[in-house]
């Protein structure tokens, strides 16, 4: 089955430590993205590639890092520069990447992974 | 700035009843918009997706409409049942498309009670 997997589903952080959310897509897509999602609160853009080597920062890059060293994959790495990390995050994938006209593919998200700070 | 509002923040109904929910957005140069689908505890799934050339969409019993000049749109609901209960999310991606990003509301919390 083709389609966006996330893991782990639940993720503790110590303090001062990183940690890697680990995002892979057998959909062919070329865009993936990673976003954070709060409480009540709606989905904030954390990073995104448009195509493998390249990525770019969202809206609250700060104490987060991404590579896309592979088409497939697209793992997000909250760093202890991140002070309040305790979120859920969801990475979501689309075929289109460039300009108009190729820009009407819907967006396909993974399950998500639970983040909490012990 | 793009900002995207739905209202109500949360709506319970009764089996059967038929319901609209909304979605502002302030930019009106929008490329498209989606509504998405989210279920506790999981990630979201596209239900619609509306071109900006386009008035509305249709699938099964959802129906979503657009009216790009005055920056809303509604996601119509008919005959809810159980298994509608969900928060659904509405997203605009911009009319410059900047690296395909998507700016999301905060999500109306829909319960439909047996």
């Known amino acids: 089955d083709g389609g966006i997997t996330q893991s782990p589903k639940y993720l503790f952080r110590k303090e001062g430590q990183n940690v890697t959310l680990s995002c892979e897509q057998n959909?062919?897509?070329?865009?993936m993205y990673w976003y954070r999602q709060d409480p009540g609160q709606g989905l904030r853009l954390i990073y995104y590639s448009q195509i493998v080597n390249d990525f770019q920062k969202g809206d609250i890059a700060e104490g987060y890092s991404v590579s896309r060293e592979k088409k497939e994959s697209f793992p997000l790495t909250v760093t202890s520069a991140q002070k309040n990390p305790t979120a859920f995050y969801l990475c979501?994938?689309?075929?289109?990447?460039w300009g108009p006209g190729m820009a009407n593919e819907k967006l396909f998200f993974g399950s998500g992974t639970q983040l909490s700070v012990l | 700035k793009q900002e995207v509002t739905q209202i109500p923040a949360a709506l319970s109904v009764p089996e059967g009843e038929n319901l609209v929910l909304n979605c502002s957005f302030t930019d009106s140069a929008i490329y498209n918009l989606q509504w998405f689908r989210q279920d506790p505890g999981k990630g979201l799934t596209s239900l619609l997706l509306?071109?900006?050339?386009?008035r509305e969409q249709t699938s099964g019993r959802l129906n979503a409409s657009l009216d790009k000049s005055s920056g809303r749109s509604t996601l119509y609901i008919a005959a809810s049942q159980p298994g509608d209960s969900a928060t659904y999310l509405c997203a605009v991606r911009r009319e410059d498309n900047q690296g395909g990003k998507l700016i999301f509301g905060q999500g109306t919390e829909l319960s439909v009670k047996p």
């Open positions: 979501a994938s689309t075929s289109d990447a």
């Open positions: 959909l062919n897509h070329d865009a």
């Open positions: 509306i071109q900006s050339s386009q």
